[in-house]
C-alpha cells in the first residue's frame, strides 16, 4: 500500500526567504508526481507535475526534483513572498490503482 | 476556458439523508476521479471514472457511488448521510484513463456539512 509523508507538517518563514518542502514515498513504482497548492477550504492548483522518468521540473519560482528509487521528492520554493502561504500537497500516482495517493500535506506561512 | 466545475459550492444535510455532488471536466478531458478531504487531511481517493465506466474504487462504503454521462461530466452520490461524511469534496479531471502522462485538474470542491 503507498503512503506518501510530507514533513514538515507547517513552517514558518520570512519573506524573502528560500525554503524546501519534503514529500517521501513507500512505493516505488510510480507512474508520476505532482505538487499542489491549497488556499483554506479551496480547491487544488496544480504547481508542478513530474513524470517517473524526470529528475525534474522547473515553473517561475518553484523547483521540484524526484528521487524514484529513493522515494523522495523536494519543493524548492526560492525568494518566498507572503502569497506563498498556503498548504502543499505532493500526490503520486500508482497506475495500478488508476488513483492519486496524497501527503496530508506542508501549511506554509511566508510573513512580512 | 473553463476549467472543472463543481456545484454545490456549499451544502448542509441532516443525518440520513441522500446527496448528490455534480462536476463537470475541463473540455476535451474524458476522465474524471472524485476525492473525499476531511479537515487537516489530504484527500481520499473515492471513484475514478473514465469513457463513462468505473474504472477505480477506493475504500468508502457501498453508500458512495458515482456515475459519468455522456457528455463526461459526473455525479457522486451519497446515501444515509453520517456526520463523519462532513468534508470537503473534490472532482479531479484528467485526459486519458490511467492519467499516466498527464496532469489532474482539480475543481474548487463542494464543503459538504451533515448536522
Known amino acids: 500500500k503507498q503512503e506518501v509523508t510530507q514533513i514538515p507538517a507547517a513552517l514558518s518563514v520570512p519573506e524573502g526567504e528560500n525554503l524546501v518542502l519534503n514529500c517521501s514515498f513507500t512505493?516505488?513504482?510510480?507512474?508520476?508526481l505532482q505538487w499542489f497548492r491549497q488556499d483554506p477550504g479551496k480547491g487544488l492548483t496544480s504547481l508542478l507535475l513530474?513524470?517517473?522518468?524526470?529528475r525534474e521540473q522547473t515553473s517561475g519560482r518553484l523547483n521540484a526534483s524526484l528521487d524514484k528509487s529513493s522515494g523522495r521528492s523536494t519543493l524548492y520554493i526560492a525568494a518566498s513572498q507572503p502569497g506563498d502561504s498556503a498548504t502543499y500537497l505532493c500526490?503520486?500516482?500508482?497506475?495500478?490503482?488508476?488513483?492519486?495517493?496524497f501527503g496530508t500535506g506542508t501549511r506554509l506561512q511566508v510573513t512580512l | 476556458d473553463a476549467g472543472v466545475t463543481q456545484s454545490p459550492t456549499h451544502l448542509i444535510k441532516t443525518r440520513g439523508q441522500h446527496v448528490t455532488l455534480r462536476c463537470s471536466p475541463i473540455?476535451?478531458?474524458?476522465?474524471v476521479s472524485w476525492y473525499q478531504q476531511v479537515l487537516g487531511q489530504g484527500p481520499q481517493f473515492i471513484f475514478q471514472?473514465?469513457?463513462?465506466?468505473?474504472?477505480g474504487r477506493g475504500n468508502f462504503p457501498d453508500r458512495f457511488s458515482a456515475r459519468q454521462f455522456p457528455n463526461y461530466s459526473s455525479e457522486l452520490n451519497v446515501n444515509a448521510l453520517l456526520l463523519g461524511d462532513s468534508a470537503l469534496y473534490l472532482c479531479?479531471?484528467?485526459?486519458?484513463?490511467?492519467?499516466?502522462?498527464?496532469?489532474?485538474?482539480f475543481g474548487q470542491g463542494t464543503r459538504l456539512t451533515v448536522v
Open positions: 512505493d516505488s513504482a510510480i507512474y508520476n
Open positions: 500526490a503520486v500516482f500508482t497506475g495500478t490503482a488508476s488513483k492519486l495517493t
Open positions: 471514472y473514465y469513457e463513462k465506466e468505473e474504472r
Open positions: 473540455s476535451g478531458h474524458k476522465s
Open positions: 479531479a479531471s484528467s485526459l486519458g484513463h490511467l492519467v499516466m502522462n498527464t496532469e489532474a485538474f
Open positions: 513530474i513524470q517517473s522518468s524526470q
